[in-house]
């Protein structure tokens, strides 16, 4: 698997570039014989939301602290998105979910390899990473890898016409990515600001860093594939 580079990644990041698609990948060590947790954000979002990079950020308020506290190996994945700050040198809007699968499962094997993990992991995915469930549990297997337990965080379930399909994408040109609805991100952004205010805190995720590193336009094909 060849490590690639192009735009701005935050200390403990890295770029790879599996089954001919590049992925922005985050690991945080746990204990030996814990499994490896799979992280994986929704549509538009990337998989920054889980474990914080940004500067100022308190990582308690983010999953991937509490999971590796708890002795499990945290590995966040970031499939192709197009951001205000890229991260991406290109864009690939034919992006499957048959290719999304085969990425996580790809990636997830060489960390089992690299940290010498047990072969089974743990998948959790949000909002429409409930679709890549199905793929990448197929795929896993192909990789020398399976998928022990899935955990939905609101997930789409990865069955085929559980959810009614989307026809009608406004589209940019210039991605060939389909535009993310504003007021989707603007409720996003409200809730994030609710949450913080109950527990007393500040902006866990200020609204320049959101829109600048967290959120953006993302293959239309994963929501047909």
């Given at each position: ?28 060590k746990?204990s ?43 590995l ?6 197009s951001?205000?700050?890229?991260i ?5 809007p ?9 990425l ?17 992991v ?11 469930a199905?793929?990448?549990s197929?795929?896993a ?30 589209m940019?040109?210039?991605?060939g ?7 989707a ?18 902006d ?15 293959p ?6």
């Amino acid at each position: 698997m060849a490590t690639v580079g192009y735009a701005r990644v935050f200390h403990g990041e890295e770029m790879l570039n599996p089954a001919g698609y590049p992925a922005l990948v985050y690991f945080q060590k746990g204990s030996q014989g814990k499994p490896l947790v799979v992280l994986v954000a929704g549509s538009g979002n990337t998989g920054r939301i889980f474990y914080g990079p940004h500067k100022g950020a308190d990582k308690d308020q983010f999953l991937a602290t509490h999971l590796n506290a708890l002795g499990y190996n945290v590995l966040s994945v970031t499939t192709p998105i197009s951001t205000s700050e890229p991260i991406f040198a290109l864009n690939y809007p034919a992006f499957s979910i048959r290719d999304w699968g085969k990425l996580l499962a790809q990636v997830a094997a060489s960390h089992v390899k690299r940290h010498d993990l047990p072969p089974e992991v743990m998948l959790v995915g949000w909002s429409m990473a409930g679709k890549a469930a199905q793929s990448m549990s197929v795929q896993a297997q192909n990789a020398g890898i399976s998928v022990s337990l899935f955990v939905s965080l609101s997930a789409t379930p990865p069955i085929l016409g559980a959810l009614p399909l989307a026809t009608d994408f406004p589209m940019n040109p210039e991605t060939g990515y389909g535009r993310s609805p504003d007021p989707a991100f603007k409720g996003f952004l409200w809730n994030i600001r609710a949450n913080a205010r109950k527990e007393g805190l500040q902006d866990i995720i200020p609204e320049g860093e959101l829109v600048s590193h967290y959120v953006g336009e993302g293959p239309v094909g994963l929501s047909f594939t």
